[in-house]
């Protein structure tokens, strides 16, 4: 087929005049070879023609209209069930750029391979062109993307999780740039076969092109590989656009807590994934009199305002949310979200009555459709629902959306927390004695691995400020550029920074911490942090609360367990230092001095 031929790409059918658009539409048509090209435009009509087609090819389920009004739960491949950081690529032109962090090819060597595996990789299919904007439409500078996919999951996801629609197209105009974002399941059918539920390729890449601003991605339909809004271009591209910008591009949590004096703070937190970023986001605080609203549970773009102080935007439009552990006591919020409808589930149980269901969710089934589509009932080996199962729901939805959510000018950070899932060693929560010391925090993360991607579950692995997975350039450049920022600011105005563990354990492998809504007691020190209101014990790895110091009224928990979880035990400590020390000498001649100088510090007070 020629590009003439191809449905969809005669002249003057696109709804858009911007030429290096239309004609890399084109392009990639000819290269993809589709049955039709289709533009997106995010309606209702949209959503019901593919649903529509999903149910028909046995891709989603229709979820009971009363319990789950407008919502789907798809199920994926088996083997295509998280992100795949092997398989994902930074292809800057000089592999130091990529870093010892992130997977390098030459960009002229993928783009050939890639070319290969895109040719005629959408035969049979239908190529969607999806326009999209990251943070709010109205910004001074609105960060615009176009995806191309032919994936109608993928279509039906980025209408939630992105801001799509005509206004997009109006705002891109005829000249507008926008990140090249190309997506193909890399399943071609040809005439006759029949499809699968869920095609995807056993060959799968996750190819960012960090100077062009593009990304290419190739197998695999699963929400980080292929909505590529979110992880590609809001945390890889977009940490390489905010180095060389002059802000930060970062995984995490926006969150505001009001005080019982009606004072708000603006709290941003980066957690790996699994580790509590959109339960902390969307905390229901158990002490009276404070409040929480939430601005967003997983990206957080910041940049020093006119009036010096950290300004952060969430760049999404929807939660990503980890199904499992998700309830009405965990999460409230989540689940009144959930509620609303218009969620697609991936990879959940579905009962027999249509509702969905999944491991920590209240009720029991005695028959289940697991998230492969079998039987399942108590006696089953294995989960109901696959432990990274997901839910996608407009974040609109949530009943604690704080009503600035949607502000270009974004929020004023008072303070950024770290922290990982660690058994052992990490405090509930430290204080960093400034932003050095807190970008050294940052820079050590641990945390023990999950099912968000693949790899070995439980295995302890550094995370620098939780963007091992997400950065789209040299990991010592951007600890350098965390250090340069805290310079260039007036000190005063900077956020303070903490380290927390929810997950520390005790000898009986219990969590020594209840977490959840309880986290708000460590958000209150937090705050009177802030304000010098409270005190804090010094110890070698940064002022740590003591039980004392933290608001435990009303809290059933047995006091040991609370100091047990705020102990800062050097023995455990020291052995941290070989494992800093191999992670550092991992990071190379890139590790910036400041860092080196704070490890310097911390072993000495060790000693
Ligand atoms: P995210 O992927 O970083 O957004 O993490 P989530 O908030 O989705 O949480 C991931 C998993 O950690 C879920 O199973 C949660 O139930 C669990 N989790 C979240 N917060 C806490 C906490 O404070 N304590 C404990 N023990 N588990 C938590
Ligand atoms: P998470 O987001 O941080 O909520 O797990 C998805 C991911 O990181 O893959
Ligand atoms: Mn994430
Ligand atoms: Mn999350």
Not at 244 to 257: P, Q, R, T, V
Not at 382 to 392: D, E, T, V
Not at 527 to 553: M, S
Not at 556 to 575: G, I, K, M, S, T
């Amino acid at each position: 087929m020629t590009s003439a031929t191809i449905p969809g790409l005669e002249p003057g059918s696109a709804p858009t005049r911007h030429q290096e658009l239309l004609e890399w539409v084109a392009e990639v048509a000819r290269l993809t070879q589709p049955d039709q090209v289709v533009w997106s435009d995010g309606s209702d009509e949209e959503w019901t023609r593919l649903t529509d087609e999903l149910l028909a090819a046995g891709t989603i389920t229709k979820l009971d209209e009363e319990k789950q009004p407008n919502s789907f739960a798809a199920n994926s491949d088996p083997a295509d069930v998280a992100r795949v950081e092997s398989r994902t690529f930074i292809c800057s032109k000089r592999e130091i750029d990529a870093g010892p962090t992130n997977n390098w090819v030459d960009p002229t060597e993928m783009r050939a391979t890639m070319t290969e595996l895109y040719t005629g990789s959408m035969r049979g299919r239908t190529m969607y062109v999806i326009p999209f904007c990251m943070g709010p439409l109205g910004a001074d500078d609105p960060k615009l993307g176009v995806e191309i996919t032919d994936s109608a999951y993928v279509v039906l996801s980025m209408r939630i999780m992105t801001r799509v629609g005509p206004a997009v197209l109006e705002t891109l105009g005829t000249d507008k740039f926008f990140v090249k974002a190309l997506h193909s399941l890399g399943a071609p059918l040809q005439p006759g076969d029949t499809d699968v539920p869920w095609p995807c390729n056993t060959e799968k890449y996750i190819t960012h092109f960090p100077e062009d601003r593009e990304i290419w991605s190739y197998g695999s339909g699963y929400g980080g590989n292929a909505l590529l809004g979110k992880k590609c271009y809001s945390l890889r591209i977009a940490s390489a656009m905010a180095h060389d910008e002059g802000w930060l591009a970062e995984h995490m949590l926006i969150l505001k807590l009001i005080s019982p004096e009606e004072k708000a703070y603006y709290i941003a937190a980066a957690f790996p994934s699994a580790c509590g970023k959109t339960n902390l986001a969307m905390i229901q605080p158990t002490i009276p009199g404070w409040r929480a609203e939430t601005l967003g549970d997983d990206i957080a773009w910041m940049r020093f305002g006119d009036d010096g102080r950290l300004y952060a935007v969430n760049p999404e439009f929807g939660f990503f949310g980890v199904a499992p552990g998700t309830n009405w006591s965990s999460n409230p919020n989540a689940m009144e979200t959930l509620k609303q409808g218009n969620t697609m589930y991936t990879n959940v149980a579905v009962t027999d009555d249509k509702d969905v269901w999944w491991e920590g969710l209240e009720g029991s089934h005695d028959h289940l459709i697991d998230w492969q589509g079998k039987d399942w009932t108590p006696e089953s080996d294995g989960p109901a629902a696959h432990p990274n199962s997901r839910y996608c729901v407009p974040m609109s939805q949530c009943p604690i959306m704080a009503p600035e959510w949607d502000d270009p000018q974004g929020v004023p950070i008072s303070a950024i927390l770290f922290g990982g899932r660690r058994k052992t060693t990490v405090p509930l929560v430290t204080e960093a004695r400034d932003w050095q010391h807190g970008v050294f925090m940052g820079a050590t993360v641990g945390s023990e691995q999950t099912a968000a991607a693949e790899g070995t579950v439980g295995a302890i692995r550094r995370d620098p400020m939780a963007m091992l997975p997400f950065l789209g350039y040299n990991v010592g450049d951007y600890l350098q550029h965390w250090i340069e920022l805290g310079k260039s600011a007036d000190e005063s105005k900077l956020p303070k920074v903490f380290y927390v563990n929810w997950f520390r354990r005790g000898a009986d492998k219990r969590f020594l911490w209840p977490g959840f809504g309880e986290n708000s007691r460590v958000l209150k020190w937090i705050v009177e942090r802030i304000e010098g209101t409270v005190g804090g014990v010094e110890t070698p790895v940064g002022i740590v609360a003591t039980p004392e110091a933290l608001d435990l009224d009303g809290l059933d928990v047995n006091l040991d367990d609370v100091a047990e979880a705020l102990a800062v035990n050097v023995d455990e400590w020291r052995e941290e230092i070989p494992s800093i020390e191999e992670w550092f000498s991992f990071v190379g001649d890139k590790l910036p001095t400041g860092i080196a100088d704070e490890f310097e510090a911390l072993k000495q007070r060790l000693a």
